[in-house]
């Protein structure tokens, strides 16, 4: 979900919940009634300007504090060039940015967020999903277009591989 067409997106996550289906939300605009969305919500990923704004916390390790209490599993935010972090009511992890020759910043947020469910949804833990999600998004800055420039899984295999083998 990201919170537009709120009452539809109510409607969605309830039923989706009745029915056991992971509830994700790309929190990126803050709306009318979006507590009551994101209470319904499993997985909260925030760009860092909508978790500081509703949150009111500067610090993005209390925004996520903040954005958790709200009973989902896992809360995210992206922080961009200083990649993103998360928190599941126990622990924070930190995951930095991916080093590329950033070229087009479109679709970073929205490719982010489709790889980390992707991850969730294969079996990753949250340190597993926070890094693949980084490296999807960190290829797709390499190149232009928001959907031209989304990188394939192998490619993004092949890329983790890397930056594992290079520090």
Same mark, same amino acid.
């Given at each position: 979900l990201d919170g537009h067409q709120t009452a539809a997106a109510q409607w969605a996550a309830e039923l989706a919940r009745e029915h056991g289906v992971t509830v994700s939300i790309d929190a990126g605009t803050i709306v009318p009634e979006i507590d009551r969305l994101l209470e319904r919500c499993d997985l909260i990923i925030a760009s860092?300007?909508? =978790? #500081?704004? @509703? #949150?009111? +916390?500067?610090?993005?390790?209390? =925004?996520?504090?903040?954005?958790?209490?709200? &009973?989902?599993?896992? =809360? +995210?935010?992206?922080?961009?060039?200083?990649?993103?972090?998360? @928190?599941?009511?126990?622990?924070? @992890?930190?995951?930095? =940015?991916?080093?590329?020759?950033?070229? !087009?910043? #479109? &679709?970073?947020? !929205?490719?982010?967020h489709g790889a980390f469910c992707y991850c969730y949804l294969n079996g990753g833990n949250w340190p597993e999903c926070l890094r693949f999600a980084t490296a999807v998004s960190a290829l797709k800055c390499t190149k232009f277009g928001g959907r031209t420039g989304i990188p394939t899984l192998d490619e993004t295999e092949q890329f983790l591989r890397d930056t594992a083998q290079n520090g």
């Amino acid at each position: 979900l990201d919170g537009h067409q709120t009452a539809a997106a109510q409607w969605a996550a309830e039923l989706a919940r009745e029915h056991g289906v992971t509830v994700s939300i790309d929190a990126g605009t803050i709306v009318p009634e979006i507590d009551r969305l994101l209470e319904r919500c499993d997985l909260i990923i925030a760009s860092e300007k909508f =978790a #500081t704004r @509703y #949150t009111g +916390a500067a610090d993005p390790a209390l =925004a996520l504090k903040k954005l958790f209490a709200g &009973g989902c599993r896992f =809360a +995210a935010v992206t922080l961009g060039p200083a990649g993103s972090m998360g @928190y599941d009511g126990r622990e924070f @992890y930190r995951q930095p =940015a991916l080093p590329v020759n950033v070229v !087009d910043t #479109t &679709g970073a947020g !929205d490719v982010f967020h489709g790889a980390f469910c992707y991850c969730y949804l294969n079996g990753g833990n949250w340190p597993e999903c926070l890094r693949f999600a980084t490296a999807v998004s960190a290829l797709k800055c390499t190149k232009f277009g928001g959907r031209t420039g989304i990188p394939t899984l192998d490619e993004t295999e092949q890329f983790l591989r890397d930056t594992a083998q290079n520090g």
